[in-house]
């Protein structure tokens, strides 16, 4: 086992992951930025290194800089949370290189699943279903219009080396793909240095459904049931449940075997999440694999009793997985609190937290790093606190939800709690019918009215 595992991250998932090496008995290493000083996971972890200033890339991004921090506090390996470095098989190997174990992928894992159109290859070569589309990357235009006629309209354009939605667009008509071609092709090159970009059938009316999985350095790979993320906003979650509200137990055994074959196929080590999109017939298709631990994975914690991250720990120090695959016993929600004003457009908020209040009771889990007096940076992501309920049904799961957001008080910024309170009320939530362009006719209601 480990004696010591650096975190090369910041926020609630660094401290997430100090607090289960803390219960194994693992030493850690918090790094930060000059902007996060006084961060929990700075704070609670039991050594701390600068490692550069405010910017990411000089930072959280600064591969040279976490090295030479592992190596001065002879740390023997890396979790990389998620975000920054996590899929970043360059980071990965130099890991490799210094004899420093990161606890993820291998590079050539995350080479193979971490370009969309490879892994996509991938699956089809494994036997999971695939939406139709292009086989890899598209040479050009020409191709691209020759594709888009053969599957029919809509498509989607998708940069290969995408994420965060960015170098994606949906087109639904012939006379608008080479404008869409062109500005994805602009983007994306623009955000991630790759102008690939590959195409699929768009699906209508959606559901973005994913099947948690771990597998071991045997080979051998289980899965963890399903999580349903479709409430999103620009292609980023908002809150996410499990189990899904449309599944079935037959269309679990489905999915959760096509996950568990690919992963199995390419011999995955660790935590990994395979993401399918389920049309309103309950077809799926495999759309893309993350080589890493999700935002979203406290509400499988929740409802299978099992810690995710010791696992990932386990599993890269050589110890074998059960084998076994889980059903949900209980109904879990996922509410992701940003620092963000959603009265307008969800604008950054940063800021000082002048009154912080958290919900408590039977149920209820907070992920956080901020308390009371805390200074938000505005160089990181937005999302500040995970609020997660659990309980036997999904209606006590919402009921419980809706008390803890009341009780949640943050004072001195904006935030999203708002949104999810009103999220909580909305009929087509509460039915469950909702997919991943329920935002698109989500509208706030005025302050005075909420």
């Known amino acids: 086992m480990f004696k010591k595992i650096l975190i090369a991250n910041r926020g609630e998932i660094a401290l997430r992951v100090i607090r289960t090496c803390k219960e194994m008995g ?36 600064k591969i040279s800089n976490i090295i030479a921090a592992a190596e001065i506090t ?42 969309k159109a490879t892994a996509k290859a991938t699956m089809r070569a494994a036997g999971v279903p695939c939406v139709p589309g292009s086989e890899g ?21 998708k940069a290969t080396a995408g994420g965060g939605g960015k170098g994606m667009r949906a087109v639904w008509k012939e006379e608008n793909l080479e404008a869409a071609w062109e500005s994805a092709r602009k983007e994306a090159d623009a955000s991630f240095g790759n102008d690939g970009m590959y195409m699929e059938k768009l699906i209508e009316e959606p559901r973005h459904i994913e099947i948690q999985v771990v597998g071991d350095s045997s080979g051998k790979a289980c899965h963890l049931s399903e999580r349903d993320c479709s409430v999103q906003r620009r292609h980023q979650k908002l809150t996410e449940e499990t189990p899904s509200p449309f599944m079935t137990e037959s269309l679990r055994k489905k999915m959760g075997d096509a996950a568990v074959k690919a992963a199995e196929y390419i011999k995955y080590e660790g935590a990994g999440t395979v993401e399918f999109l389920v ?36 599993v890269a120090s050589g110890v074998p997985i059960s084998g076994k695959n889980y ?16 009265y307008h457009n969800f604008r950054p908020s940063p800021g000082k937290i002048t009154n912080l209040h958290a919900p408590g009771g039977h149920g209820i889990r907070i992920d956080t790093h901020v308390y009371s007096g805390y200074t938000i940076p505005p160089n990181y992501d937005s999302m500040i606190a995970k609020l997660i309920t659990t309980a036997q049904t999904r209606e006590e799961a919402i009921n419980k939800m809706k008390r803890a957001l009341d009780e949640f008080v943050i004072e001195g910024i904006k935030t999203t709690i708002p949104f999810h309170r009103q999220l909580m009320d909305h009929p087509d939530y509460i039915e469950g019918n909702y997919t991943t362009k329920f935002m698109e006719d989500f509208k706030m209601k005025p302050l005075e009215e909420a």
């Open 137 to 157: 990357i598209l040479k050009d235009y020409k191709e691209c219009l020759s594709l888009a006629k053969e599957i029919g309209f809509p498509v989607m354009l």
């Open 279 to 314: 049309d309103k017939h309950r077809n799926f298709y495999f759309m893309e694999m993350n080589t890493r631990i999700q935002v979203e994975h406290p509400i499988t914690e929740q409802v299978i009793d099992y810690d995710l991250i010791r696992e990932q720990i386990l």
């Open 327 to 342: 059903i949900p016993q209980l109904h879990s929600i996922e509410c992701r609190i940003n620092a963000e004003d959603p």
């Open 26 to 61: 693992i030493k850690t290493v918090a790094v930060y930025s000059t902007a996060d000083a006084e961060s929990l996971h700075v704070r609670f972890a039991d050594e701390a290194v600068c490692i550069g200033p405010a910017p990411s890339n000089l930072s959280y991004l």
């Open 74 to 115: 002879n740390a023997d390996a890396i979790h990389p949370g998620y975000g920054f470095l996590s899929e970043n098989a360059k980071f990965s190997k130099i890991c490799e290189e210094h004899d420093i174990k990161f606890i993820g992928a291998s590079p050539e894992m995350i080479n193979k699943m971490g370009d």
